[in-house]
């Protein structure tokens, strides 16, 4: 999950590119991977991550 974390922060790309980006052809799947491991979904990350650096792409 750490690469799909990098690859949130680092890039604007559709979160269901970047689940199958880090290897997950189903998103569903993946957002409920990474809420279980890092605590939000990839969209919550992304925001909450985005405004605390607002630089962030």
Known sequence: MQIAR?????T???ISVVAERVGYSD???FA???R????CTPSE????????QPNLP
């Open 32 to 34: 409920r991977q990474f």
């Open 6 to 10: 990098n690859v949130l922060l680092k």
């Open 27 to 29: 998103y569903g799947l």
């Open 36 to 39: 279980r491991i890092c605590g």
């Open 12 to 14: 604007s790309q559709p």
């Open 45 to 52: 990350f992304r925001r909450i991550e985005k405004s605390r």
